[in-house]
Nanobody, 123 residues
């Protein structure tokens, strides 16, 4: 089993930066990729960014491309999301998730989820 715990959320002004962390404990050899999702109030959860756990390849939603960077530190068993040039529309609860297979942007592919960390960007 794998547990995911997010941290690093907070309130910032537009144009600011935040770095989210997702601490991973436990082990599941089938996990192949991990992603960050977000959900704003009254909206569906959306995929933000993902990366291969072993290969390093990363992909981003168009809305965050060029502003957000997903990375991992294997020594610390931690997944990160560096968020720069934040906009009010980036506000929401951010979740990290891990999956063994499937489509990166499909939340149904993910078997492991964290509890989320709140990001609020004011204009």
């Amino acid at each position: 089993q794998v547990q995911l715990v997010e941290s690093g959320g907070g309130s910032v002004e537009a144009g600011g930066t935040l770095r989210l962390s997702c601490a991973v404990s436990g082990y599941d050899s089938s996990i192949y990729f991990a992603s960050w999702f977000r959900q704003a109030v009254g909206k569906e959860r959306e995929w933000v960014a993902g990366m291969l756990i072993r290969g390093g390849r990363a992909e981003y939603a168009d809305s965050v491309k060029g502003r957000f960077t997903i990375s991992q530190d294997n020594a610390k068993n931690t997944l990160y999301l560096q968020m720069n040039s934040l906009k009010p529309e980036d506000s929401g609860m951010y979740y990290c998730a891990a999956a063994a297979s499937g489509t990166w942007s499909d939340e149904n592919a993910y078997g492991y989820w964290g509890q989320g960390t709140q990001v609020t960007v004011s204009s």
